[in-house]
Nanobody, 126 residues
């Protein structure tokens, strides 16, 4: 069983920055693909960014490209989401998710992830 704990959320003004962290338990973290999803009030959860097991490949939703950066430190069992130039529409609960090794999965498909964190609130004021 893998436990994921997000941190780093908070209240920030539009144009500001936040860095989210997701700490994972267990020894197999370096084999997992990881991703960040978010869910705004009244909306469905959506994929934000993904990263493969080694960190060599990253993926982003169009809405965050050029503003958000996903990264990971396998030595620390941690994945990060650096969020810059934040907008009010980025307000949401942000979740990290872990995907055990498999073939042919798409990073943005929620059902392909095996473990989820409890979420951290990000609020961007205008």
């Amino acid at each position: 069983q893998v436990q994921l704990v997000e941190s780093g959320g908070g209240l920030v003004q539009a144009g500001g920055s936040l860095r989210l962290s997701c700490a994972a338990s267990g020894r197999a973290f370096s084999t997992y693909a990881m991703a960040w999803f978010r869910q705004a009030p009244g909306k469905e959860r959506e994929a934000v960014a993904g990263i493969n097991w080694s960190g060599s490949n990253t993926y982003y939703a169009e809405s965050v490209k050029g503003r958000f950066t996903i990264s990971r430190d396998n030595a620390k069992n941690t994945v990060y989401l650096q969020m810059n130039s934040l907008k009010p529409e980025d307000t949401a609960v942000y979740y990290c998710a872990a995907q055990t090794p498999r073939w042919g999965s798409s990073w943005y498909i929620q059902g392909s992830y095996d473990y989820w964190g409890q979420g951290t609130q990000v609020t961007v004021s205008s």
